[in-house]
């Protein structure tokens, strides 16, 4: 499945900000859903993935193994990193995106007979949209990083 996105009409407003963590300073770029009526989850999270995309260029180095989805269920949010091997060491520009706002909206739709995700959590939800989007997104092709999913510990991940 291809999901075409124009950007131009429906987009998260990203803002950058430099942290300061651990000894270490990374540029953190987050959004926050607030009219979560207007969005598809496959639209918002291709969102996301495509701001990730983008700073591929400056992420990448001789380390880097992983592109890294990170969910937190307890607070609906993803981070999207690269990471090395170990994946410890994280690259310097992180995406961040807060959907709580999503909460009611998805657990609405998962209790339909017509969602394609019926059923299903939002941590799987996020996890099968992201593989979808991920199989057809070229700016991540160009790349030789591996796609992979946790909503727990870094070290318990899933392939996507």
Not at 62 to 67: G, P, V
Not at 80 to 89: E, F, H, M, P, Q
Not at 117 to 133: M, R, S
Request: glycine fraction near 4%.
């Amino acid at each position: 499945m291809v999901y075409q996105q124009n950007f131009n009409e429906q987009s998260l407003t990203w803002t950058e900000t430099a942290v300061s963590e651990n000894g270490g300073e990374y540029t953190l770029h987050s959004s926050t859903v607030t009219r979560p009526e207007d969005w598809r989850i496959e639209a918002l999270l291709a969102d996301c993935v495509e701001r990730a995309v983008g700073l591929l260029a400056v992420n990448i180095d001789d380390d880097s193994l992983y592109l890294m989805f990170e969910w937190n269920s307890a607070e609906s949010t993803l981070a999207i990193v690269v990471t090395d091997d170990s994946k410890s060491r994280d690259a310097k520009q992180r995406v961040h995106c807060d959907m709580s706002a999503m909460n009611g909206k998805i657990k609405q739709l998962s209790e339909s007979e017509q969602w394609k995700y019926q059923g299903e959590t939002f941590a799987e939800i996020v996890k099968h949209a992201l593989h979808d989007y991920l199989t057809t997104c070229p700016g991540f092709m160009r790349y030789s990083l591996v796609a992979v999913f946790h909503q727990g510990s870094r070290q318990q991940t899933e392939l996507l």
